[in-house]
């Protein structure tokens, strides 16, 4: 069954230092594509990266990097020189074909604290 | 280019009553999403449309919950006789196709249903 694993609930990270937020996913579709959302406290789904499993270099979008290691099944995203306003949930997802349609399945989230 | 628009964003109901949360996806796109939000949990898919088409229903709950997208207008989840287990966050998304690989997928602010 296609799935994805955020193995951790919370993290925290002090101001300016990097921080990477664990991913694994699992899917028999050879071809998908890898998602990272943050979640502020107001509560709006932000997109911040993509990545596409065909895709032979790792995304970059500004202070945001995805690790991609296609045989590891991992998606880490890395955020460089964290600020205070990165504090939120962060949430991984897969888009692939699976039970007859293409779906994007989300995993439960990691809730990031940026400390002063 | 007016984002994903979801309204009532907060709405009432109290225990036996109708709940309709709407939802009016980006400009171009046909492909529309509803994921429901636990508090404290990740997105749960609840159900995949296209215009006058329900491609996948399997997060949809059997009994109470319903959901269209007509040629006209917005999406529309529906959940009759609502009760206090279906508070929560409901996200509506949108996609512009659906291809191997993935397309991001555009996130509206949400309706936070509370049934009292």
């Known amino acids: 069954a296609q799935k994805i694993t955020q193995t951790q609930p919370g993290m925290f990270v002090q101001e300016k230092e990097a921080v990477t937020l664990d991913c694994t996913y699992d899917?028999?579709?050879?071809?998908?594509?890898l998602f990272w959302y943050k979640q502020p406290s107001s509560g709006e789904m932000i997109f911040l990266i993509y990545q596409g499993s065909y895709d032979q270099q790792n995304a970059t979008e500004g202070r945001y990097s995805l690790n991609f290691q296609k045989a590891r099944k991992s998606a880490n995203l890395v955020i460089s020189a964290s600020q205070l306003g990165d504090s939120a949930m962060y949430f991984c997802?897969?888009?692939?074909?699976?039970?007859?349609?293409?779906?994007?399945?989300f995993g439960t989230g990691t809730r990031l604290k940026v400390l002063a | 280019n007016a984002g994903v628009m979801q309204n009532p964003r907060h709405l009432v109901r109290r225990r036996g009553q109708e709940a309709r949360l709407r939802c009016s996806p980006m400009k171009g796109h046909s492909h529309v999403y509803w994921y429901r939000q636990l508090p404290e949990e990740g997105l749960k898919f609840m159900v995949y449309l296209q215009k006058e088409n329900i491609i996948d229903e399997s997060g949809m709950p059997k009994e109470r919950f319903s959901a269209e997208f007509p040629k006209e207008g917005p999406s529309i989840l529906r959940i009759q006789q609502v009760v206090r287990g279906d508070s929560a966050a409901y996200f509506c998304a949108s996609s512009q196709i659906e291809t191997g690989g993935g397309h991001e997928q555009y996130f509206g602010p949400g309706t936070r249903l509370t049934v009292t």
């Open positions: 997802a897969i888009h692939c074909y699976t039970s007859g349609t293409y779906k994007y399945i």
């Open positions: 899917t028999s579709d050879p071809s998908y594509g």
